[in-house]
């Protein structure tokens, strides 16, 4: 199932990301795609807020797994996988891990993951740049990216 949102700004997409957070548990896996500066982590952001993170979560430029305590002895984890260069950094990171560690996980660029997360059930999120500060926002609860290969 897809859901689409559009965002007019950065608060935005911070609440949209709030508002799809709260259908999360968890063991939840959660893919972001969307180019440089599209606002995977403004939907991060507010989406970790809701589930109950004190911390803002920002895009951290060494840390690429990033734990929050959130509510209810919930961690919410935060992935930006932008600078790993070969699959096998993942195991060496920990990012394998952290997904069966039972929290809910945001993954920004999974791309390089792809064979790790292929037989995992995901919640995936899409943005899209339509204009300077407007961003198409799809969900496709339960389902993987369809990368057309
Ligand atoms: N509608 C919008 N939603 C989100 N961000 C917006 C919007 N309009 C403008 N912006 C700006 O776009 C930028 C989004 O930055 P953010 O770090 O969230 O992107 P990102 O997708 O995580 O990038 P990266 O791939 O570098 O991690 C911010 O500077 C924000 O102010
Ligand atoms: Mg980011």
């Given at each position: ?86 699959a096998?950094?993942l ?20 791309q390089i993951a792809a064979d790790m997360l292929a037989g ?30």
């Amino acid at each position: 199932m897809e859901r689409v949102f559009l965002s007019q700004s950065e608060a935005q997409t911070e609440a949209i990301g709030a508002e799809i957070a709260e259908g999360f548990q968890g063991g939840d896996v959660v893919l972001l795609y969307g180019e440089l500066g599209c606002g995977k982590t403004a939907l991060v952001r507010g989406a970790a807020r809701v589930l109950g993170v004190q911390e803002v979560i920002t895009s951290p430029t060494y840390t690429l797994i990033q734990p929050y305590e959130a509510d209810g002895g919930l961690t919410v984890y935060h992935a930006d996988l932008y600078r790993i260069e070969e699959a096998e950094e993942l195991f060496e990171i920990g990012f394998e891990e952290c997904l069966f560690a039972g929290g809910i996980v945001f993954v920004e660029w999974p791309q390089i993951a792809a064979d790790m997360l292929a037989g995992l059930k995901v919640q995936t999120i899409r943005i899209e740049k339509t204009e300077d500060k407007e961003r198409r926002i799809t969900l496709i609860k339960n389902g993987h990216e369809d990368t057309g290969s």
